[in-house]
């Protein structure tokens, strides 16, 4: 009978050893229950050198068209030939940064109380060009005008004026310069702006 109990207490103990062992290996591989990190992310591109790509660089502003206020508008002596008369309009930029005039002025007379004197002038119909002018520097328009009407039959003239009206090219502003044109039968045509004074 005692040798049957000694049997049954090794017996017992084996089993209890076995069921702890077997508990043991049925349990996780420590530190496997988190979420690994996503290939692709910020991490990862970090670690394989990815370098960001640099925003492109902003592109150089264009220049400006030249407003009225960068300008000082004077008229210049005419040039005459073959009872002809060129006035040049002259642009001076007195602001501080290039700008430019790209087209033609729009030009008409004016008398001594500001009223204008008849219509305004045509354009010439010459290819426009764009025309840069530096601070300080100057760009031209002609204004055609026939020389007291010489070469027309009876000519009939307009009263002289005592201002030209001079809107630069894309701008609303008119600028007055002091100047005695007299417009006689024949053109009174103005063409593009163009670069320098002669």
């Given at each position: 009978m005692e040798s049957m109990i000694t049997k049954c207490g090794v017996l017992l103990g084996l089993s209890m050893i076995l069921g702890a062992g077997l508990t043991a290996c049925s349990g996780g591989?420590?530190?496997t229950t988190g979420s690994s990190q996503p290939a692709g992310t910020a991490g990862s591109a970090a670690a394989n050198g990815a370098v960001p790509t640099p925003a492109a660089s902003r592109p150089p502003d264009r220049l400006g068209a030249c407003t009225a206020q960068q300008l000082r508008v004077t008229i210049g002596e005419p040039d005459a030939g073959?009872?002809?008369l060129y006035h040049p309009i002259l642009f001076t930029n007195i602001g501080d940064r290039p700008c430019t005039l790209t087209g033609y002025p729009g030009v008409s007379l004016l008398d001594a109380a500001g009223s204008q004197?008849?219509?305004a002038a045509t354009r010439s119909g010459q290819p426009v060009t764009p025309v840069t002018?530096?601070?300080g520097g100057t760009a031209q328009a002609l204004v055609h005008t026939s020389n007291h009407g010489v070469g027309?039959?009876?000519p009939t003239c307009r009263p002289v004026s005592t201002y030209v009206r001079v809107?630069?090219?894309d701008t609303h502003t008119g600028v007055?310069?002091?100047y005695r044109l007299e417009v006689c039968t024949g053109p009174f045509e103005v063409s593009p702006v163009r670069p320098g004074t002669g």
């Amino acid at each position: 009978m005692e040798s049957m109990i000694t049997k049954c207490g090794v017996l017992l103990g084996l089993s209890m050893i076995l069921g702890a062992g077997l508990t043991a290996c049925s349990g996780g591989v420590p530190g496997t229950t988190g979420s690994s990190q996503p290939a692709g992310t910020a991490g990862s591109a970090a670690a394989n050198g990815a370098v960001p790509t640099p925003a492109a660089s902003r592109p150089p502003d264009r220049l400006g068209a030249c407003t009225a206020q960068q300008l000082r508008v004077t008229i210049g002596e005419p040039d005459a030939g073959a009872g002809q008369l060129y006035h040049p309009i002259l642009f001076t930029n007195i602001g501080d940064r290039p700008c430019t005039l790209t087209g033609y002025p729009g030009v008409s007379l004016l008398d001594a109380a500001g009223s204008q004197i008849g219509s305004a002038a045509t354009r010439s119909g010459q290819p426009v060009t764009p025309v840069t002018v530096s601070p300080g520097g100057t760009a031209q328009a002609l204004v055609h005008t026939s020389n007291h009407g010489v070469g027309y039959d009876n000519p009939t003239c307009r009263p002289v004026s005592t201002y030209v009206r001079v809107y630069p090219p894309d701008t609303h502003t008119g600028v007055r310069a002091p100047y005695r044109l007299e417009v006689c039968t024949g053109p009174f045509e103005v063409s593009p702006v163009r670069p320098g004074t002669g």
